[in-house]
């Protein structure tokens, strides 16, 4: 069969030189445009042998780089991408050819040319388009992140570990920084074998081996000068029953239900005296009353040097802003202070925005280190640790704001929030959709239910799951409530009746909620279904999500959810959708995503004017700012 090459509008738009609305516009005018072969309606795959030979008839240039050219070649002949970047890390660093003889081919020619370190230079242009698809922009460690924790981790000549590396995007920033051995260890068998590849690729001195950390460490007894970490999150099947008793609980056992401080105490034990851990935390962490003991521990020892939220959404996949964890095994008399870093309201909005409040949490950190003190006081402040020895222990940076702000400079806070706004504004406008046309005189679509699209084999139906079972959820956990917020799975039920991977496509429907809600799975990741929610995972060569998703959530089909209290309780099955043709669908699911971006971005547009009132209402209320007088 012959084998298809697929690229996006993105990547077509990158081809020929021009932007994406330039393709989206080719479309439209040109009946003779390739039609998508896959994809969805928001991001579709076209043939790129018949977009090349579209483009030559119609006189367009289209320029592919070599590069390029072979990786969209080899997610052809290997659709997963993780699979597909490993295998030509594997080939490159002579540990593992590749089996397809043109694929092999391509790629030797392409190792051939005549440049300075030819193979390194080739792998990481390709790691950059691995790195850009849609599942790994969600939940990879922006690489500045990475440079930023080597560098608060002070690695260069020294060892690293990452006890969770994953394809070992952090032992890589800390060889950047000239860390002199790296060792890693992931349980997943595909991303140990990239990590392992990818550093025999580079001549990075070190070693990486497969298995659970926490429940079989790797290297017991190997002392190192810094642990880097984005460790696993909502772990509930951890190994807490089997390791009670374990050497590395030096601020005590760990309950059940705090994984993530299993994990920072499994990389406190690895530090030599004078080492130090860099670890991505949820913010959670900072707050749950489980782990108020060992926090105090922590603090108690001198080991917990700071704590920095933040940029709010640094990486995608999470709503919430994310928190950096700094740790030190004391090398005399424990530090008497800690600090603590709010830097939610750093601006991102661009890559250089994002470059500068990485810096400045950086300088902050590295003067606080070799200093005691704060040069950033309107985010960082300096907290002696007994003050924080309550009955919380509460380290989250926005609950020890000083209460008098007089450090604060609301002027330049406001003024980056208003910035803020101001874009998201600009761009709110810039997203409302064109208002469809109106019929006169039309019938009603004929419809077809749930149940019958499902006896056809139109979808699959699955769930909903009970929370009373006996199988480990041992991945972030979709629930009700994500659905309602349109956020990332952020549940960790202990148990369900059955274990449900997300796919990408999927509609989640709650069983019961405030108003009818159904939400699209863009980015999967490692997330499984959660209790009392349907998933509909639709055939795509007869049946559009986005289409489906939308029509689920009309007023008509309310009569089939009963009310009971101001909640619904729905039968999915009886729910009903307008039968039409594919193509007719993906128009439908067109207009529908344009809403759904919209509704995002005025959720964002929201959450920083309640954040610009409350910089005014706070300043104006100490006395640092004053009303504007009117002309």
Request: with cysteine; proline share 8%; net charge negative.
């Amino acid at each position: 069969m012959t084998r298809q090459t697929r690229v996006t509008a993105a990547d077509l738009a990158r081809l020929v030189g021009v932007g994406r609305a330039a393709v989206s516009n080719w479309r439209k005018r040109y009946e003779s445009f390739p039609a998508p072969v896959a994809g969805t309606a928001a991001s579709p795959l076209f043939d790129l042998d018949e977009v090349e030979r579209w483009m030559t008839d119609n006189g367009k240039a289209i320029a592919m780089p070599g590069e390029q050219r072979f990786w969209h070649d080899m997610l052809a002949a290997v659709p997963d991408p993780a699979e597909a970047i490993t295998q030509v890390a594997e080939h490159l660093s002579g540990v593992r050819p590749l089996r397809d003889d043109k694929l092999r081919a391509e790629l030797e020619t392409l190792a051939a040319r005549p440049r300075p370190d030819n193979a390194e230079v080739m792998m990481r242009e390709l790691w950059w388009m691995f790195a850009d698809t849609p599942a790994r922009r969600a939940t990879g460690t922006p690489e500045l992140l990475a440079a930023l924790m080597a560098d608060l981790a002070q690695v260069s000549g020294g060892a690293v570990l990452d006890p969770a590396c994953g394809n070992g995007q952090l032992l890589r920033a800390a060889a950047d920084a000239r860390a002199a051995t790296v060792y890693g260890q992931d349980v997943d068998e595909l991303t140990v074998r990239l990590a392992t590849a990818w550093l025999t690729l580079e001549k990075v001195p070190g070693e990486i081996r497969g298995g659970d950390s926490l429940r079989a460490d790797a290297f017991p007894g190997v002392p190192v000068d810094a642990v880097l970490g984005h460790l696993p999150f909502g772990q509930t099947n951890w190994g807490q029953e089997a390791l009670g008793y374990d050497q590395r609980w030096e601020f005590g056992v760990p309950p059940r239900t705090e994984p993530e401080l299993a994990w920072v105490q499994h990389a406190y034990a690895h530090l030599k005296p004078g080492g130090w851990a860099v670890l991505i935390m949820p913010p959670s962490a900072a707050a749950r009353r489980a782990g108020r003991r060992i926090r105090t521990e922590l603090l108690r020892k001198g080991a917990l040097r700071a704590v920095v939220s933040l940029p709010q959404s640094v990486i995608p996949s999470y709503a919430v802003a994310l928190h950096l964890w700094v740790l030190q095994r004391p090398p005399g008399l424990p530090a008497p202070t800690v600090l603590l870093a709010d830097g939610r309201t750093l601006t991102t909005d661009d890559p250089a925005e994002f470059m500068n409040a990485l810096d400045r949490i950086r300088a902050a950190v590295g003067r606080f280190v070799e200093s005691g003190e704060s040069i950033e006081p309107s985010f960082a402040y300096v907290v002696p640790a007994i003050d924080l020895l309550d009955d919380e222990v509460d380290l989250s940076p926005a609950r020890h704001t000083p209460a008098d702000q007089q450090n604060v400079d609301f002027g330049q806070e406001l003024l980056t929030v208003r910035k803020l706004l101001e874009a998201k504004t600009r761009e709110l406008g810039k997203s409302v959709p064109t208002l469809p046309a109106v019929v006169s005189d039309a019938a009603p679509l004929p419809t077809i239910t749930v149940a019958d699209l499902a006896r056809t084999g139109a979808l699959e139906i699955l769930g909903p799951l009970r929370g009373d079972g006996d199988v480990a959820a041992e991945a972030p956990v979709l629930t009700a409530e994500d659905v309602l917020r349109d956020q990332p799975a952020s549940g960790s039920e202990e148990r369900l009746n059955q274990r449900i991977p997300l796919q990408e496509g999927d509609v989640v429907v709650p069983v019961v909620a405030r108003h009818l809600a159904a939400a699209v799975i863009t980015d999967p990741g490692r997330a499984v279904l959660g209790r009392n929610l349907y998933v509909l995972r639709p055939n795509p060569e007869v049946l559009n999500s986005w289409f489906l998703a939308a029509h689920l959530r009309t007023v008509s089909n309310e009569r089939h959810a009963s009310s009971l209290s101001g909640t619904l309780r729905l039968d999915v099955r009886k729910t009903q959708v307008p039968r039409i043709p594919l193509d007719e669908q993906r128009r439908h699911a067109e207009a529908f995503e344009q809403l759904h971006q919209l509704n995002r971005m005025a959720r964002q547009v929201t959450d920083l004017s309640a954040e610009m009132t409350r910089l005014t209402v706070e300043g104006l209320a100490f006395g640092k700012l004053r009303p504007t007088e009117k002309n």
